[in-house]
T-cell receptor, first 109, second 115 residues
Framework: AQRVTQPEKLLSVFKGAPVELKCNYSYSGSPELFWYVQYSRQRLQLLLRHISRESIKGFTADLNKGETSFHLKKPFAQEEDSAMYYCALSSSNTGKLIFGQGTTLQVKP | DADVTQTPRNRITKTGKRIMLECSQTKGHDRMYWYRQDPGLGLRLIYYSFDVKDINKGEISDGYSVSRQAQAKFSLSLESAIPNQTALYFC??????????????FGPGTRLTVL
């Protein structure tokens, strides 16, 4: 079965500390993985996707097929990074997304 | 992104009532989706539509129905609302992007409370 697991409901760090939001997936085939973010009073929006291999707002994520993971990382957290983060998986060519449970990132001053 | 709008934004209703949530988009996208968001469960897909004549059930379609009135409009109905349908409902749209999955653009959400 296709599944996305985000083990942490809440991750709280201090400003300037490294951040890693964990995401593990279960999928038979070649998955597409995404991170979506929802800032306070804003809409859910795409942060990054694995096929683009880009860094957005200092965040990166590497698809590790051996460990079936797509962890989101940032070396130095900023207060404006505080938000809800969702990892999502798409089955190839269908456009459907399967979301994880979400992790709230709280960056303290 | 004001290109995807949802009405109403908040609704309180009673058990057994029929409720319709509406979604409109001006992005010109063919694909539209309805999700519900529950604390600790993330977003779950209710229904999706790849064009006006193509409507499909998602993982939690029981108790819901949809109508794709036009490319720009996709409505979600609760035929007989029950309290465990209390949730935040999101509409989203996306375009085709070759063989890859395109970005989904989300509406602001509708907070539904069923008493």
């Amino acid at each position: 079965a296709q599944r996305v697991t985000q083990p942490e409901k809440l991750l709280s760090v201090f400003k300037g500390a490294p951040v890693e939001l964990k995401c593990n997936y279960s999928y038979s085939g070649s998955p597409e993985l995404f991170w979506y973010v929802q800032y306070s009073r804003q809409r859910l929006q795409l942060l990054l996707r694995h096929i683009s291999r880009e860094s957005i707002k200092g965040f990166t994520a590497d698809l590790n097929k051996g460990e079936t993971s797509f962890h989101l990382k940032k070396p130095f957290a900023q207060e404006e990074d505080s938000a809800m983060y969702y990892c999502a998986l798409s089955s190839s060519n269908t456009g459907k997304l399967i979301f994880g449970q979400g992790t709230t990132l709280q960056v303290k001053p | 992104d004001a290109d995807v709008t949802q009405t109403p934004r908040n609704r309180i209703t009673k058990t057994g009532k029929r409720i319709m949530l509406e979604c409109s988009q001006t992005k010109g996208h063919d694909r539209m989706y309805w999700y519900r968001q529950d604390p600790g469960l993330g977003l779950r897909l209710i229904y999706y539509s790849f064009d006006v004549k193509d409507i499909n059930k998602g993982e939690i379609s029981d108790g819901y129905s949809v109508s794709r009135q036009a490319q720009a409009k996709f409505s979600l109905s609760l035929e007989s609302a029950i309290p465990n349908q209390t949730a935040l409902y999101f509409c989203a749209t996306s375009d085709r992007w070759g063989s890859y999955t395109d970005t989904q653009y989300f509406g602001p959400g509708t907070r539904l409370t069923v008493l």
